[in-house]
């Protein structure tokens, strides 16, 4: 029975916290870096998210360098909102390529078809892009 002023969920939390491993994103999705491609600079690149999503991910890198300072985490964990977008689409990309390409890179695509992605419904229309499948 939780506590009026909440002592013992926060109790609770710290002991499950104990008897998790603390991991990375990364290592918890077993996450590869980019193969043969080297780790040259970085490549700067605009998307649109929204704006919670960004407000979110700032809030994010403060929250984790600060509950995981002092702890084996330490260091290992995304110091800037650039680091923590690396990790979280490397994890992605992993995930994907594990699911759909028996855990294969996807053939490198220097120019991506502009509009929107093959099946997806253009926004406005409920119908999906020429040459899409049915």
Do not use: W
Request: charged content about 25%; hydrophobic content about 30%.
């Amino acid at each position: 029975m939780p506590s009026k002023d909440g002592t013992q969920d926060a109790h609770h939390a710290r002991a499950a916290r104990a008897r998790t491993k603390l991991r990375t994103l990364a290592a918890a999705a077993g996450a590869r870096p980019a193969s043969g491609r080297g780790t040259g600079p970085a490549k700067s690149r605009t998307f649109n998210i929204t704006r919670e999503t960004v407000e979110r991910a700032q809030a994010a890198v403060v929250g984790i360098s600060a509950k995981t300072y002092g702890t084996e985490l330490d260091g290992q964990v995304p110091a800037t909102l650039g680091d923590l977008i690396e990790e979280c689409i490397t994890a992605g990309l992993t995930y994907y390529e594990d699911l759909l390409n028996h855990g294969h890179e996807f053939p490198p695509r220097h120019h991506l078809p502009r509009g929107p992605a093959i099946g997806r419904k253009r926004e406005g229309t409920g119908r999906a892009p020429e040459g899409a499948p049915a």
